[in-house]
């Protein structure tokens, strides 16, 4: 009995200093942010069943069990909120929507003078710098 709680402090324990202990050291970006979180993830989910199951065999108190169960659903918790924000950083970090390309306004032709090539803003009947007409005058 006392064995077996001795067994589940310490997997308690070593999950916890597992789960620390990224967060204090600068650790190489892995592959993918979420592997290691995946991983601590997994580890919790194990322990608790390990823990479902010594509760069912009657090796630990409801107490215990109880206590135990909290410990790792905080700790799981913990792995979830961080599975966030590494997503919420990846998203913030990579913008979805590219800048809209606003039309370049050279693609709109002006109206140029067919005979001194001066462009004007507007559409003019006779060409403000030589003062020909704009357009091929009709007969
Ligand atoms: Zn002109």
Do not use: W
Request: proline residues 9%; hydrophobic residues 40%.
């Amino acid at each position: 009995m006392i064995i077996a709680i001795t067994c589940v402090i310490a997997i308690v324990v070593l999950v916890f200093v597992l789960g620390v202990r990224p967060k204090d050291l600068p650790e190489p970006e892995p592959v993918s942010p979420f592997v290691h979180l995946d991983e601590r993830k997994a580890a919790i989910y194990e322990n608790l069943r390990d823990l479902q199951f010594e509760y069912r065999l009657g090796k630990l108190s409801d107490n215990d069990y109880q206590l135990t169960k909290k410990d790792l659903q905080k700790e799981l918790a913990a792995v979830m909120a961080e599975v966030d924000k590494v997503k919420l950083a990846l998203q913030s970090g990579r913008p979805v929507a590219a800048p809209a390309a606003a039309p370049s306004p050279a693609a709109k032709s002006k109206p140029t003078c067919p005979h001194c090539s001066a462009t004007f803003d507007q559409d003019l009947k006779f060409c403000g710098e030589c003062g020909k007409p704009m357009k091929a005058v009709r007969a």
